[in-house]
T-cell receptor, first 112, second 111 residues
Framework: AQSVTQLGSHVSVSEGALVLLRCNYS??????LFWYVQYPNQGLQLLLK??????LVKGINGFEAEFKKSETSFHLTKPSAHMSDAAEYFC??????????FGKGTMLLVSP | SQTIHQWPATLVQPVGSPLSLECTVE??????LYWYRQAAGRGLQLLFY??????ISSEVPQNLSASRPQDRQFILSSKKLLLSDSGFYLC??????????FGPGTRLTVT
């Protein structure tokens, strides 16, 4: 069975500061990993994904994530936070069958 | 390109009333379809998924049901709503690459 742990239900940063959202997973198969963003009262939007190949993946809005098998991690980063990045972020792992397992989400707060 | 629609966008229903939420996908064939619920502070809960017409898998026992009458249509229903059914309902689709694409959601308030 798969599981996802997102450390910190809330993360606060200042505008222009580094964003780091943590995600650790467990999986019985080589994982496919995803990050989604959700703005208030909207659906989830895919930010980026790791399937195979390069372990550093780049996504939309300047975000990137690195798959580290030895650490079972897939942390999301952005060098410089913008006010528009304030949202909830979800990490997810695929069971390679039909479903995704989502973490509980991390709310990113950006202060001016 | 693919698009996913959900309606209604918002809904206020009394306890004990029926429910029907609809989700349709355009621009793809034979997608997997999913219903999720987000209750305040509780993350995403997978309710149902379907890999084909008439094939429904239920992830949690509840007073909700799902149906897939057409390839790209997914319906979430209830005969009698409970207060605990309030939440934000999201429909999603996927194909072979496993990432899921979400609709805009329906905000349901049961009063």
């Amino acid at each position: 069975a798969q599981s996802v742990t997102q450390l910190g239900s809330h993360v606060s940063v200042s505008e222009g500061a580094l964003v780091l959202l943590r995600c650790n997973y467990s999986s019985s198969v080589p994982p496919y990993l995803f990050w989604y963003v959700q703005y208030p009262n909207q659906g989830l939007q895919l930010l980026l994904k790791y399937t195979t190949g390069a372990t550093l993946v780049k996504g939309i809005n300047g975000f990137e994530a690195e798959f580290k098998k030895s650490e079972t991690s897939f942390h999301l980063t952005k060098p410089s936070a913008h006010m528009s990045d304030a949202a909830e972020y979800f990490c997810a792992v695929s069971d390679l069958q039909s479903t995704l397992t989502f973490g509980k989400g991390t709310m990113l707060l950006v202060s001016p | 390109s693919q698009t996913i629609h959900q309606w209604p966008a918002t809904l206020v229903q009394p306890v004990g009333s029926p429910l029907s939420l609809e989700c349709t996908v355009e621009g793809t064939s034979n997608p997997n379809l999913y219903w999720y619920r987000q209750a305040a502070g509780r993350g995403l809960q997978l309710l149902f998924y379907s890999v084909g017409i008439g094939q429904i898998s239920s992830e949690v026992p509840q007073n909700l049901s799902a149906s897939r009458p057409q390839d790209r249509q997914f319906i979430l229903s209830s005969k009698k709503l409970l207060l605990s059914d309030s939440g934000f309902y999201l429909c999603a689709w996927s194909v072979r690459t496993y990432e899921q694409y979400f609709g805009p959601g329906t905000r349901l308030t049961v009063t």
